[in-house]
């Protein structure tokens, strides 16, 4: 990261892509959105030669999904599927892609399987709750924020013993503790341990250990690809979403090299959407905000940190500068 | 030998003999009685009976974890139950539990831990549990490494200094009791100094927080991660070290993975676990400072020696 692309975002529309009313995902357009983007950000004429840019058929290959919230809202298995499906065409062994994710349960409540190729790995590292057996001893992060006994936070093994390649699949959400759940945060607390004491409290500690954690190697170097899963969105009460009033569809797919100017394009969403609907924004930190009943959207459990993004491109992860993103926007 | 026998917890049974057969099916075969029953249970076979009495002896807390899902607080770290700072505070002292079902277990290995006389009264539930960690007490080896200390703490046996004493025990931060600052030991603890006030005592809490930010995590003899319902007892002298590791939760769910990491080069190890758990440790690792390992499974109690 920020990969051979810094500071360019495909932005793929298609108002067809999901009915807002059943859910129902076009599988077919899905794979329209995902080609045209992959072409439009490397300049390819095939879709093939895009994907070849970025994994070879010796790679092993991580799908990064994110299934919080699931089964309301996660990684469309459409999208997933249709991943899968090109690293596949590129000459990659089904046996040698793993989609993952680090809670059992709530990758389990999607299904993938019945999507999937046959052959596709579908990995979870905690198969029980806060297991650390399926995180790495020897590369961790290690910082207090509050006094806890256990200061280190683990990479998954997956990452760093088998994976040569990444692709990160996150959602488009708000998120109460971070402001946004995107590309970054699904790469830096989709991948390690021990994340959720960053939030413990009204004031978190979101800012700067996202980035911190996203800018660990391997992660740093393996995640090659973001494909951001935007037919269905979250813009309040993030990221679990157990109130559907809260849900949106933007219909659309996000890809990039850049972590950080995604999701920067992911905060100008949810604002906007936020501010369509009267609610504060996300860099609102008054008090006053802060509260138990998120049911109303001016209301949070915490102070929300989307800094974090602009932070993360102070690491190296990518371009925040608005003039120096190049978004393009394809209409399907 | 007979030391390590002396450490052992013992079942304390007000039943009539008539109640033996429950015993036997348990696997009890040795029982503390009221003077009053001694002679009744005399002639009882396969049972051993001995005189005791509660009288004077101190009541523990049932060993366990509060969750405390659903209660606010400043905190959202599991509230252990433990009785360590006690066994710390009356080394000499007579103990016992009054405990039901699976936490017969759990108290007889805290007990054994820290090498504490205590008696355990519990229900038809706790026999088989309590027998088979006692038949698992009996196959460790005697202990007889000094307990390690990274702190000396002065206790004026107050309620607030034996409530720092419990956090200090459940934070593992390892201490034992000086009557004055003691300068081999890393830090030392005396509440109502100008660094510990007795006002912070009101939150113990905040008091094991200092303790630990001036000791430093680097200089931890012993660290836990992995695992918030895990408390260690290290003893150690010369080449050899043991630790002992107690899950807190141990009554109602095992933990998947603990690491530790002590002080020191240690090359070489072995384990004893309760509860018929058969596993070796993963990611073993001797540097040159520390020594780090994982525990892949850890049910209620478990043994690890290590030596260079």
């Known amino acids: 990261m920020p990969g051979p692309y810094p500071g360019q975002v495909i932005r793929v529309h298609a108002e067809n892509s999901i009915d807002a009313n059943s859910g129902k995902v076009n599988a077919q357009l899905v794979h329209q959105m995902i080609a045209s983007g992959m072409k439009a950000l490397t300049g390819d004429a095939r879709n093939e030669d895009a994907w070849a840019r970025f994994i070879s058929p010796r790679d092993v290959v991580g799908i990064k999904v994110n299934c919080s919230g699931a089964p309301r809202i996660c990684s469309s298995p459409e999208i997933v599927a249709d991943i899968a499906n090109n690293l596949i065409a590129v000459g990659v062994p089904a046996k040698q892609i793993y989609v993952y994710e680090r809670f059992e349960n709530q990758l389990q409540s999607v299904g993938y399987g019945k999507y999937l190729p046959a052959g596709v790995n579908i990995y979870a590292v905690e198969t029980s709750r806060s297991s650390i057996l399926n995180y790495d001893p020897k590369t961790y992060v290690e910082t207090s924020f509050f006094g806890e006994d256990d200061t280190r936070s683990n990479v998954a093994r997956l990452v760093s013993e088998t994976l040569t390649k990444i692709v990160n699949v996150p959602n488009l959400k708000e998120h109460q503790a971070s402001g946004v759940t995107g590309c970054l945060k699904n790469i830096a607390y989709g991948n390690f341990s021990n994340v959720a004491r960053s939030h413990n409290f009204e004031k978190t500690n979101t800012l700067t250990f996202i980035g911190t954690l996203a800018a660990v190697e391997p992660v740093h170097s393996r995640v090659v690809l973001n494909i951001m899963d935007g037919l269905r969105g979250v813009w309040h009460a993030g990221p679990f979403s157990e109130m559907a009033r809260f849900r949106f569809y933007p219909k659309q797919i996000m890809i990039g090299t850049d972590p950080v100017a995604m999701d920067h394009e992911l905060i100008d969403v949810i604002e906007a959407k936020r501010k369509a609907e009267g609610a504060v924004s996300i860099f609102d930190r008054s008090m006053s905000h802060v509260g138990r009943d998120n049911s109303n959207p001016n209301t949070n459990h915490y102070i929300r940190e989307p800094g974090h993004v602009e932070y993360a491109s102070k690491l190296g992860l990518g371009v925040f500068d608005d003039a120096r993103i190049k978004l393009k926007v394809i209409e399907l | ?308």
């Open chain 2, 1 to 308: 030998m007979l030391l390590l026998l002396a450490a052992l917890p013992g079942l304390f049974w007000e039943g009539a003999p008539d109640t033996a057969p429950a015993l036997h099916d348990a696997g009890i075969k040795q029982i503390l009685v009221p003077a009053s029953r001694l002679d009744s249970w005399k002639g009882v076979p396969d049972i051993t009976a001995a005189a005791a009495d509660l009288q004077g002896a101190m009541k523990l807390l049932a060993p366990t974890v509060n969750y405390r899902i659903d209660e606010a607080s400043a905190t959202r770290a599991p509230w252990i139950v433990a009785n360590g700072w006690r066994f710390i505070r009356r080394p000499q002292g007579r103990f016992y539990y009054d405990v039901t079902g699976r936490q017969a277990a759990l108290a007889a290995a805290e007990a054994f831990a820290y090498g504490a006389q205590a008696m355990i009264r519990t229900d038809a539930a706790g026999l088989k549990p309590l027998a088979e960690m006692l038949d698992f007490l009996r196959t460790i080896p005697g202990d007889p490494l000094p307990p390690v200390a990274d702190i000396g703490y002065i206790d004026d046996g107050s309620t607030a200094s034996g409530e720092v004493m419990n956090l200090l025990v459940r934070d593992n931060l390892l201490f034992r009791l000086v009557a004055a600052p003691d300068g081999r030991l890393k830090v030392n603890v005396k509440l109502g100094t100008k660094e510990y006030p007795l006002a912070d005592a009101k939150n113990p809490s905040t008091v094991a927080h200092t303790v630990r930010f001036n000791l430093t995590d680097d200089k931890r003899s012993l660290r836990i991660y992995g695992s918030p319902v895990v408390v260690a007892r290290l003893t150690a002298s010369g080449d050899h070290a043991r630790v002992h590791l107690l899950n807190y939760a141990g009554a109602s769910r095992k933990v998947d993975g603990v690491r530790i990491r002590v002080l020191g080069r240690y090359t070489k190890h072995q384990l004893w676990m309760a509860d018929g758990t058969n596993v070796e440790l993963l990611d073993f690792s001797a540097q040159p400072d520390a020594t780090e390992f994982t525990l892949p499974e850890l049910k209620t109690y478990g043994v690890i020696d290590l030596s260079r």
